[in-house]
Nanobody
Framework: QVQLVESGGGLVQPGGSLRLSCAASGFTLDYFAVGWFRQAPGKEREGVSCISSSDGSTYYADSVKGRFTISRDSAKNTVYLQMNSLKPEDTAVYYC????????????????????????WGQGTQVTVSS
């Protein structure tokens, strides 16, 4: 069965950390650009971070730069999003998406294209940052 499954969300206090996982089954994630997106209530889905398939280039939205880190574990067929110094405005449902594109995803525009043309999406995991 081909699917992406996110995990690792939860409730955390401001300043805390979480690590989200995006695990693939039925296909090899190394051949895909993998992006993390989030959607807060009443807001549009936005791109957070991405790791490209070609050379591992990364993208971070300005709002998370310096706080979030994206990485791959090929052996586990999983992409992670390490989130540190979390803020209440990071509260959202976080989704991962995979796109079999050879292009580097290093701009907001490229993230937008990935969001529109991704081959696979996960079901989402809730992240709540609150005291």
């Amino acid at each position: 069965q081909v699917q992406l499954v996110e995990s690792g969300g939860g409730l955390v206090q401001p300043g805390g950390s979480l690590r989200l996982s995006c695990a693939a089954s039925g296909f090899t994630l190394d051949y895909f650009a993998v992006g993390w997106f989030r959607q807060a209530p009443g807001k549009e889905r936005e791109g957070v971070s991405c790791i490209s398939s070609s050379d591992g280039s990364t993208y971070y939205a300005d709002s998370v730069k310096g706080r979030f880190t994206i990485s791959r574990d090929s052996a586990k067929n999983t992409v992670y999003l390490q989130m540190n110094s979390l803020k209440p405005e990071d509260t959202a449902v976080y989704y991962c998406a995979a796109d079999r594109t050879p292009h580097k995803i290093t701009t907001a525009q490229a993230m937008g294209a990935l969001m529109n043309y991704a081959d696979y999406w996960g079901q989402g995991t809730q992240v709540t940052v609150s005291s």
